[in-house]
């Protein structure tokens, strides 16, 4: 088994004055996050905690949380990083699921825990983040990380059924981060600004960069499109990784163009469409499409900065370690063929806590891409997204696309209903700026122009917001309840 020294004991051997996180105006070093973070893991050592132990994290974006990860690591047990929108009805699923001995939580979450807790028969303990008590005197802790241990486990997204804990372990996070540093190349003078939540695996992987990069990053308690320019525009901030809706709202709050120094934002999240890609060109926000998901440890795929414009719409080429195949009837798709993508490498989970281990030697992901002639990936849509109608494929993200170009429409989604002639027809559902007085027939209209008859929303509808999990990715499944509110 192969062992590598404890990532953060490594970074403050080489440079423990320099600064780790930025949060709220205040700078902690990487010798201040080791110091703490093995206190922590002594005195959870001292209330009974030992190596194996699941424990529950529920918590934001905080400093408690970073102390904890690697408090965790230091006793080598393992973190579960609970979702703080969760219902208590959902977390107590994940906790009994998960086999969570105890459950971590900030102040302002402990009623949803308890609530949680009290739900299931054997009931984990409760500890307000606040109380952990802090050792004095440092204990025997974990020097070396064995790779093949399992680290944290994450639940699915929910965004196409039950939520599932994903195992990852030290060396998923390991060579997700350092594949991502061959891909993007890495400056002396890098600083990633953090906004996504680190319970997803898209922050939650900002901190393994943290550790194994040496790198500096900028962490905010929630996403603020005019905080996240101001770091960009004032504060040296080199990286951002967002979703697309984000982006959007980035850009609708910036009125200067962005820094050279500004090297780009990473966005993931699903497929984006092209009118925000050249938005964000005349801003001069270099995109980084990439692909990934939580089984996958952040990004898979990424796309080269040399290649951001040339191959506008790609989510790009399998990260160095990594490959990736598109399969549509049991074979290998041809250049431009759409297919179900496959990938394997290794920051891919080996499985899931409580089912059987991955039994196919590339994970088959229920997304829908192809590769083009050069091997460059495009996301299409999921699998269970996809709409038939007349026996004709429809792929929502390519109507969404087509929507966004209206200039009032902010935020664009689209689901398939039911029809009693052709099976399956699609509905879309947008929202619109505050000041618009665009009509259903405009949009309607608009659509005829560029999509085939097929491909042309049957029904629209006006919303104020749509459906996003926690991680702001949209959760097409539920648009449907939309229509069941209006009514």
Same mark, same amino acid.
């Given at each position: 088994?192969?062992?590598?020294?404890?990532?953060?004991?490594? =970074?403050?051997?080489?440079?423990?004055?320099?600064?780790?996180?930025?949060?709220?105006?205040?700078?902690?070093?990487?010798?201040?996050?080791?110091?703490?973070?093995?206190?922590?893991?002594?005195?959870?050592?001292?209330?009974?905690?030992? !190596?194996?132990?699941?424990?529950?994290?529920?918590?934001?974006?905080?400093?408690?949380?970073?102390?904890?990860?690697?408090?965790?690591?230091? /006793? $080598?047990?393992?973190?579960?990083?609970?979702?703080?929108?969760?219902?208590?009805?959902?977390?107590?699923? =994940?906790?009994?699921?998960?086999?969570?001995?105890?459950?971590?939580?900030?102040?302002?979450?402990?009623?949803?825990?308890?609530?949680?807790?009290?739900? *299931?028969?054997? =009931?984990?303990?409760?500890?307000?983040?606040?109380?952990?008590?802090?050792?004095?005197?440092?204990?025997?802790?974990?020097?070396?990380?064995?790779?093949?241990?399992?680290?944290?486990?994450?639940?699915?997204?929910?965004?196409?059924?039950?939520?599932? &804990?994903?195992?990852?372990?030290?060396?998923?996070?390991?060579?997700?981060?350092?594949?991502? %540093?061959?891909? *993007?190349?890495?400056?002396?003078?890098?600083?990633?600004?953090?906004?996504?939540?680190?319970?997803?695996?898209?922050?939650?992987?900002?901190?393994? !960069?943290?550790?194994?990069?040496?790198?500096?990053?900028?962490?905010?308690?929630?996403?603020?499109?005019?905080?996240? +320019?101001?770091?960009?525009?004032? @504060?040296?901030?080199?990286?951002?990784?967002?979703?697309?809706?984000?982006?959007?709202? *980035?850009?609708?709050?910036?009125?200067?163009?962005?820094?050279?120094?500004?090297?780009? #934002?990473?966005?993931?999240?699903?497929?984006?469409?092209?009118?925000? *890609?050249?938005? &964000?060109?005349?801003?001069? /926000?270099?995109?980084?499409?990439?692909? $990934?998901?939580?089984?996958?440890?952040?990004?898979?795929?990424?796309?080269?900065?040399?290649?951001?414009?040339?191959?506008?719409?790609?989510?790009?080429?399998?990260?160095?370690? #990594?490959?990736?195949?598109?399969? #549509? +009837?049991?074979?290998?798709?041809?250049?431009?063929?759409? $297919?179900?993508?496959?990938?394997?490498?290794?920051?891919?989970?080996?499985?899931?806590?409580?089912?059987?281990?991955?039994?196919?030697?590339?994970? &088959?992901?229920?997304?829908?891409?192809?590769?083009?002639?050069?091997?460059?990936?495009?996301?299409?849509?999921?699998?269970?997204?996809?709409?038939?109608?007349?026996?004709?494929?429809?792929?929502?993200?390519?109507?969404?696309?087509?929507?966004?170009?209206?200039?009032?429409?902010?935020? %664009?989604?689209?689901? $398939?209903? +039911?029809?009693?002639?052709?099976?399956?027809?699609?509905? #879309?559902?947008?929202?619109?700026?505050?000041?618009?007085?665009?009509?259903?027939?405009?949009?309607?209209?608009?659509?005829? !122009?560029?999509? %085939?008859?097929?491909?042309?929303?049957?029904? /629209? @509808?006006?919303?104020?917001?749509?459906?996003? @999990?926690? %991680?702001?990715?949209?959760?097409?499944?539920?648009?449907?309840?939309?229509?069941?509110?209006?009514?």
């Amino acid at each position: 088994m192969i062992e590598i020294p404890h990532w953060l004991d490594k =970074q403050t051997d080489l440079q423990p004055n320099a600064t780790a996180i930025e949060l709220e105006g205040r700078v902690v070093t990487f010798n201040d996050i080791k110091e703490k973070s093995q206190r922590m893991a002594s005195g959870l050592i001292n209330s009974g905690v030992k !190596k194996g132990d699941h424990l529950a994290i529920l918590a934001g974006n905080r400093l408690d949380f970073v102390y904890f990860i690697h408090a965790v690591s230091y /006793i $080598g047990a393992v973190a579960v990083c609970l979702n703080i929108r969760l219902s208590p009805r959902e977390i107590a699923y =994940q906790l009994e699921d998960a086999d969570v001995k105890h459950v971590y939580t900030e102040q302002e979450h402990i009623n949803k825990a308890s609530e949680a807790a009290h739900i *299931l028969k054997k =009931q984990p303990s409760i500890i307000p983040l606040g109380t952990l008590p802090d050792s004095e005197k440092v204990m025997d802790l974990n020097q070396f990380l064995k790779l093949d241990d399992v680290f944290t486990m994450m639940y699915t997204s929910g965004t196409t059924g039950k939520p599932k &804990a994903v195992m990852h372990t030290y060396g998923n996070h390991w060579f997700s981060a350092v594949s991502s %540093a061959l891909n *993007l190349g890495l400056s002396t003078n890098d600083k990633w600004l953090v906004c996504l939540p680190l319970f997803h695996v898209g922050g939650f992987s900002l901190l393994m !960069k943290n550790v194994v990069y040496g790198m500096p990053i900028v962490l905010l308690n929630r996403f603020d499109a005019p905080l996240v +320019n101001d770091h960009i525009m004032n @504060n040296n901030v080199t990286l951002v990784s967002l979703v697309t809706v984000m982006l959007q709202r *980035l850009l609708k709050s910036q009125d200067e163009l962005y820094p050279s120094t500004f090297r780009g #934002a990473l966005l993931g999240g699903g497929p984006v469409p092209e009118p925000l *890609l050249q938005e &964000a060109g005349q801003a001069n /926000i270099p995109v980084f499409q990439s692909y $990934g998901m939580t089984e996958t440890s952040s990004q898979i795929v990424t796309l080269s900065p040399n290649d951001a414009f040339r191959k506008l719409g790609s989510a790009g080429k399998a990260l160095s370690p #990594a490959s990736l195949r598109v399969i #549509a +009837n049991d074979g290998l798709t041809s250049p431009n063929e759409i $297919g179900e993508i496959h990938v394997k490498g290794p920051m891919v989970s080996s499985g899931y806590y409580q089912h059987e281990p991955h039994a196919e030697d590339y994970l &088959a992901t229920g997304d829908l891409g192809y590769l083009d002639e050069e091997g460059f990936l495009f996301v299409v849509d999921r699998v269970k997204d996809m709409i038939i109608s007349g026996g004709e494929n429809v792929y929502p993200a390519e109507i969404e696309s087509v929507l966004q170009e209206i200039k009032d429409i902010e935020e %664009a989604a689209v689901t $398939g209903i +039911n029809h009693e002639e052709w099976g399956e027809v699609p509905s #879309a559902f947008v929202v619109v700026s505050d000041q618009s007085s665009i009509t259903k027939e405009e949009i309607y209209n608009f659509c005829q !122009k560029r999509l %085939a008859s097929y491909k042309v929303p049957r029904t /629209i @509808n006006f919303v104020s917001e749509l459906p996003r @999990n926690a %991680a702001n990715k949209l959760v097409r499944r539920n648009l449907a309840q939309l229509l069941d509110e209006e009514d």
